[in-house]
């Protein structure tokens, strides 16, 4: 049936969606005209985007995959998101509206998101529509609390020595930018890279946890959460707690520059395989990457959820992305149109922007949260897919 075009006050459409969400009757889904506005509500500013960054208005029916996407399985993405977004006046309202929604009215849901946003499509600095998306995954790693048999791979916590200056204190239009390092008499200098942590033994004592293989333990601090399942049966997950303040490099293109793998061998299996055939250079690749992070040790009160990302709230497997925050705003809806890993089968779908990554850089960007476990690691190993991605920024600001 084709959209019936209809214009409602914003009251009339919070009415409206919440009578749909409580009596799950069957309607027309509404769609009203983009806001004529040059910068959407809620969308990135100058000082926090780069030159040349830039957002298409345009609709939902433009949106590949939009009216199959079952909207119910977003829903709670986008509501734990809205306990740090309603501080904002945009979202106010429309965070107001989804936390009386049905979760089970798939119509009510949508009918929601249609009429309180906007679609924006995001487009490179160079006029290009499309990106690489990755994914990611929360792996399971085996280890004890104390050193002994196979458990010989330390989890760091963060040192005491380690310092964070945020420069938009200083400058304000650096912001989200933020210098590491250590104090030395009266000067900041940088902090070891990975190789120089590994030699110097400057992080003896702060172990939170050893694990029984080392290749894994590099693999957590990319993927930047996971849990343990301990000697004595119980599962913890180490968590994100700080990081040396070395750009993230990636190790499968050191081994594509130096010919060892092509391209499409450079996933975390293909990795994986070359260092079990050649032991002997595992320290080499895994100090080309010099970045190092450190966790934190947490309990895992919700199995089915994944670990806080960078909003602070909890990812949800197959619903969260991690995004360059220069170019999108954390806690936004994304709708993000892509393929299932090595193969074209279309993954497109509603998801929400909650956490960043050090290899996420640009515009359109995104790494799929795909879960915990062996399936979801296998997915997210073999992700690097081209993809497009909309913004949905409130609308009713613009309106008002």
Known sequence: MPFKRISLPASALTALIIGLSLAACTTTPISTPAPETPRPPGAPTTSSAAPGANLRATTFAALPGWGSDDLRQALPAFLTSCSTLARKSDWQEPCAVAAGLDGNNEKAIRT????????????????????????????????????????????????????????????????????????????VLPYPNRAELDKSGMLAGKEILWVDDPIDAFFLQV?????????????????YADQNGYPYKSIGRYLIDKGELTLAQASAQGIKAWLAANPGRQQELLNANPSYVFFKEEKVADPSKGPKGAQGVPLTPLRSIAVDPQFVPLGTPVFLATTQPNNNVPLQQLVVAQDTGGAIKGAVRADFFWGFGNE???????????????????????AR
Do not use: H
């Open 376 to 398: 979801a690691g296998d997915k997210a190993g073999k992700m690097k897919q081209r993809g497009m991605m909309w913004l949905l920024l409130p609308k009713l600001a613009a």
């Open 223 to 239: 993927q930047g959460s996971g849990r343990v399942q301990l000697n004595d049966s119980s599962i913890v997950r180490v968590a």
């Open 112 to 187: 929601f998101f249609q009429s309180f946003f906007t679609p924006y499509q995001v487009v490179n600095a160079d006029g290009s529509d499309n990106g690489l998306v990755t994914g990611y995954y929360e792996p399971l790693l085996k280890g004890a609390r104390k050193r002994g048999g196979p458990y010989q791979t330390p989890i760091y916590r963060a040192p005491e020595d380690l310092i964070t200056v945020d420069l938009a204190n200083i400058y304000p239009e650096l912001k989200g930018l933020r210098l590491r390092g250590r104090l030395v008499g009266n000067k």
